[in-house]
Nanobody
Framework: QVQLVESGGGLVQPGGSLRLSCAAS????????MGWYRRAPGKQRELVAG???????NYADSVKGRFTISRDNAKKTVYLQMNSLKPEDTAVYYC???????????????WGQGTQVTVSS
């Protein structure tokens, strides 16, 4: 069984920073693309940032220059460094990873449980 466990959310003032982490565990053969999504109240889920197994990144226009995605393949962990946070960044942030199971060799998309980020003074 594969799990993604997120941490690092919380309440921060506008202009502040937070770092989210997402660790994968379980019967993992390989991890391909990883990413962060968010869902704000009353809005659809959107891609925030993604990173390939080779380290190629992409970002939503709204976070370019403020957020940085990275990964540590040895630790099976993806990070999202969020700087210059704005109230409109308030959302539940979800980790996503494309993982091939060691047991079945099946490749599936897995999701974390979500972590709340609130930007408010």
């Amino acid at each position: 069984q594969v799990q993604l466990v997120e941490s690092g959310g919380g309440l921060v003032q506008p202009g502040g920073s937070l770092r989210l982490s997402c660790a994968a565990s379980g019967s993992i053969f390989s991890i391909n693309d990883m990413g962060w999504y968010r869902r704000a109240p009353g809005k659809q889920r959107e891609l925030v940032a993604g990173i390939t197994s080779g380290g190629i990144t992409n970002y939503a226009d709204s976070v370019k220059g403020r957020f940085t995605i990275s990964r540590d393949n040895a630790k099976k962990t993806v990070y999202l460094q969020m700087n210059s946070l704005k109230p409109e960044d308030t959302a539940v942030y979800y980790c996503n990873a494309d993982i091939r199971s060691r047991l079945t060799m099946t490749r599936l998309a897995y999701w974390g449980q979500g972590t709340q980020v609130t930007v408010s003074s």
